[in-house]
């Protein structure tokens, strides 16, 4: 593709060189760069990619995208103000803007997200879709299943992946984005249908350093990105029940479907039992209400069905199917994963890793 190309919607401060070149290929790690390539310096938790722009022009980088710095030597330079921002649109000029091309639900929060993306994949994969999903446990289409190495992969390699997965014939993406995605731009360029909001609690404070920050980059999920989508039919899902919901999509000005055990959400639920075994409740709809049973055990979990159940609903997949999907996700891998075992006794592995989620878990086996 030709440079100019792939930099259209890219704000540059300078450009010297050929805009005319054919770029090969784009890289954010100087070691992953070869002959032809575009080489995006972008600065990361540990390491600045700045550094290794010698690195990358003498592995074949054509081109270099820069924040700062000195104009590579007989290569095109090009300097921006922010190479995240670049460097994720760059990605999706490359691919061709795959997420316009499926629809693509985010889920955000402090905990739930998996166990939410695992029940919505349930609903539509009952509901005849082809689904792909980006989260922590790992990435997966078709019949690909990949380690995931961050909950929200890096701009370049999500681009990749959403181009691989259209390609498959997948029709729904539905995407984990974790606080450090937002706040690192990761999902910068993602043209979202959905956004899904669980729940609120401290967490990766050793990265945001205040609560502030950590619920301003939730936050960006709905107030920039599924507000800046280019989709017609968005809308916002949250827990009605957490005392951030609301703030989560203040002034955003679009569709929002409220979940919440409390009779004033659009979709919540009565009847509720809970055991060691699962759980049973009514759930109630602005299509009807309906019983459901699961194998998910504790009332954290039942908040988990609801918002997959909410986001179905304004997808508007039949409540029979919903019901369908729930019932047929038999659990998650590290979340409250019973052990079987030969002294009668109770083990449980889960991924519980806040204060918040290991009260939880602890109050469901209670």
């Given at each position: 593709?030709?440079?100019?190309?792939?930099l259209?919607g890219?704000?540059?401060?300078?450009?010297?060189?050929?805009?005319?070149?054919?770029?090969?290929?784009i890289?954010?790690?100087?070691?992953?760069?070869?002959?032809g390539?575009?080489?995006v310096?972008?600065?990361?938790?540990e390491?600045?990619?700045?550094?290794?722009?010698?690195?990358?022009?003498?592995?074949?980088?054509?081109a270099?995208?820069?924040?700062?710095?000195r104009?590579?030597?007989?290569?095109?330079?090009?300097f921006?103000?922010?190479?995240?921002h670049?460097?994720?649109?760059?990605a999706?000029?490359?691919f061709?803007?795959?997420?316009?091309?499926?629809?693509l639900?985010?889920?955000?929060?402090?905990?739930?997200?998996?166990?939410?993306?695992?029940?919505?994949?349930?609903?539509?994969?009952?509901?005849?879709?082809?689904?792909?999903?980006?989260?922590?446990?790992?990435y997966?289409?078709?019949?690909?299943v990949?380690?995931?190495?961050?909950?929200?992969?890096?701009?370049l390699?999500?681009?990749?992946?959403?181009?691989?997965?259209?390609?498959?014939?997948?029709?729904?993406?539905?995407?984990e984005?974790?606080?450090h995605g937002?706040?690192?731009?990761?999902?910068?360029?993602?043209?979202?249908?959905?956004?899904?909001?669980?729940?609120?609690?401290?967490?990766?404070?050793d990265?945001?350093?205040t609560?502030?920050?950590?619920?301003?980059?939730k936050?960006?999920?709905?107030?920039e990105f599924?507000r800046?989508?280019?989709k017609?039919?968005?809308?916002?899902?949250?827990?009605?029940?957490?005392p951030q919901?609301?703030?989560?999509?203040?002034?955003?000005?679009?569709?929002?479907?409220?979940?919440?055990i409390?009779?004033s959400s659009?979709v919540?639920?009565?009847?509720?039992?809970?055991?060691?075994?699962?759980?049973?409740?009514?759930l109630?709809?602005?299509?009807?209400?309906?019983?459901?049973?699961?194998?998910?055990?504790?009332?954290y979990?039942?908040?988990?069905i609801?918002?997959?159940?909410?986001?179905?609903?304004?997808?508007?997949?039949?409540?029979?199917?919903i019901?369908?999907?729930?019932e047929?996700?038999?659990?998650v891998?590290?979340?409250?994963?019973?052990?079987?075992n030969?002294?009668?006794?109770?083990?449980?592995?889960d991924?519980?890793?806040?204060?918040?989620?290991?009260?939880?878990?602890?109050?469901?086996?209670?």
């Open positions: 593709m030709e440079l100019r190309r792939l259209e890219i704000e540059i401060k300078k450009l010297s060189g050929d805009p005319l070149q054919e770029i090969k290929g890289a954010y790690h100087s070691k992953r760069v070869e002959e390539f575009l080489f310096a972008i600065r990361g938790l390491f600045d990619g700045h550094q290794f722009t010698e690195e990358a022009v003498e592995r074949g980088a054509k270099v995208l820069l924040e700062e710095g104009e590579a030597p007989d290569r095109t330079t090009i921006v103000p922010n190479s995240r670049a460097l994720a649109k760059v999706s000029n490359f061709r803007d795959p997420s316009s091309e499926v629809s639900a985010g889920i955000t929060g402090t905990n739930g997200k998996t166990t939410t993306a695992y029940l919505l994949e349930s609903i539509l994969k009952k509901a005849g879709c082809s689904v792909g999903v980006i989260g922590t446990i790992n997966r289409y078709g019949q690909k990949i380690s995931a190495s961050n909950t929200t992969p890096e701009s390699d999500l681009q990749r992946m959403l181009r691989e997965m259209v390609n498959e014939g997948v029709s729904h993406v539905i995407m984005v974790s606080s937002l706040d690192l731009d990761r999902v910068w360029g993602c043209q979202f249908d959905h956004a899904i909001f669980t729940n609120f609690t401290s967490d990766h404070l990265y945001h350093k609560l502030e920050h950590y619920f301003r980059s936050r960006r999920l709905f107030a599924l800046q989508s280019n017609p039919r968005r809308f916002a899902v949250i827990n009605s029940d957490d919901g609301e703030e989560m999509v203040k002034g955003i000005d679009l569709p929002v479907i409220r979940y919440g409390g009779r659009d919540a639920a009565d009847q509720m039992v809970f055991t060691f075994d699962g759980l049973s409740c009514r109630k709809t602005p299509r009807g209400d309906c019983s459901v049973r699961s194998t998910l055990v504790g009332r979990n039942l908040y988990n609801l918002a997959a159940a909410a986001t179905a609903i304004g997808m508007d997949i039949p409540l029979k199917t019901k369908d999907g729930v047929a996700l038999g659990g891998s590290g979340r409250f994963e019973k052990v079987d030969r002294e009668g006794i109770h083990v449980i592995v991924y519980a890793h806040t204060h918040d989620a290991l009260e939880r878990v602890l109050l469901g086996i209670r």
